[in-house]
């Protein structure tokens, strides 16, 4: 009877633990929950924050809580090729955070994360696809992109409102050619890059020849002036000179006659082999024979030639 006293105990001291464990539920700092009744939301707490977060408690075996987070979550797109305004094929790769404001309507109209993520992932690739096709390549990759992920988040939260839901932000990590295209992108530039190059060599050999053509006829036109003032020189100092000469000659034309002999005969007899063929009697040598330079003595004056056959003369000839 005792034992069985003791077992009916023990029997439902277990079930008022269970039964109180089951009735029992916590709600975290960044957690909201929802209380069902039969599939009935009889609560929502945690919300708005005017419930604080602690122990709760809910009808065992009849009511059961469903937790939401409260915090940011993520959201990551997969890459998806947008064509631009241009016509240009791009890759855009993109995320997104999001936070559960109404966990009620959350419930309703998705139910969990998972399936929130998918309706999610969808309206955002629409607007990306929608404002990216209205705008042009390097509005997109430089000039606008943080005006065009505004206006995308805004399409995007427009949409997630119904699911209790608001976009915190939105980016674009990743806007980039496909890549069967960036090597025609490259070709392309390498091209113009080559043509630019060719052009700037082009440009510079020009230059260079006309600074070497205009080089050289400054070069012609300074030989011919050095040239003309050379030759006017020359002849200045050659009129100098005969004026000189004339005028030496002419305060004594003996010595002046000399003095010219004497250039003479140091420009003729120059070197130890110098060979002339010459008369000794020539005026060239009249002032060896006469320290004056008288002319020599024909041979009229000098008498009659001596008969050969008395003498054994030779010809005359100096060295």
Avoid: C, W
């Avoid at 990551?76 to 997104?96: C, G, H, K, W, Y």
């Amino acid at each position: 009877m005792k034992q069985a006293l003791r077992t009916g105990l023990i029997a439902v001291a277990a079930i008022i633990a269970v039964g109180l464990y089951a009735s029992v539920f916590t709600v975290g700092q960044m957690q909201q929950a929802l209380v069902l009744q039969f599939g009935r939301v009889r609560a929502v707490l945690n919300a708005t924050g005017e419930d604080k977060p602690g122990l709760y408690f809910k009808i065992p075996f009849i009511e059961n809580v469903v937790i939401f987070d409260k915090r940011v979550l993520d959201l990551d797109l997969p890459v998806q090729t947008v064509l631009t305004a241009d016509r240009q094929n791009l890759e855009v790769d993109a995320f997104a955070r999001y936070r559960i404001l109404d966990p009620l309507r959350f419930y309703q109209a998705v139910g969990n994360v998972g399936l929130a993520n998918q309706r999610l992932a969808s309206f955002t690739n629409s607007a990306l696809r929608s404002v990216l096709a209205r705008s042009t390549r390097d509005a997109i990759v430089k000039t606008e992109r943080g005006r065009l992920m505004h206006q995308i988040q805004e399409d995007v939260n427009r949409q997630a409102k119904a699911l209790g839901i608001e976009i915190v932000d939105l980016r674009m990590t990743r806007v980039d050619l496909p890549a069967q295209n960036s090597a025609a992108v490259y070709k392309r530039m390498k091209t113009e890059r080559e043509r630019e190059a060719a052009d700037i060599r082009a440009n510079g050999e020009q230059a260079a020849a006309t600074i070497r053509a205009k080089a050289d006829r400054e070069v012609t036109v300074i030989v011919a002036e050095a040239t003309q003032t050379a030759e006017q020189l020359r002849g200045q100092g050659d009129a100098d000179r005969n004026r000189i000469l004339a005028e030496a000659f002419g305060k004594d034309p003996d010595f002046f006659s000399f003095y010219r002999s004497m250039q003479a005969y140091e420009t003729g007899l120059k070197g130890s082999d110098t060979r002339l063929v010459i008369s000794p009697n020539s005026d060239f040598f009249r002032y060896f024979s006469d320290p004056q330079g008288k002319a020599a003595a024909t041979p009229a004056s000098r008498g009659p030639a001596p008969d050969p056959s008395a003498t054994t003369g030779s010809t005359g000839a100096a060295r």
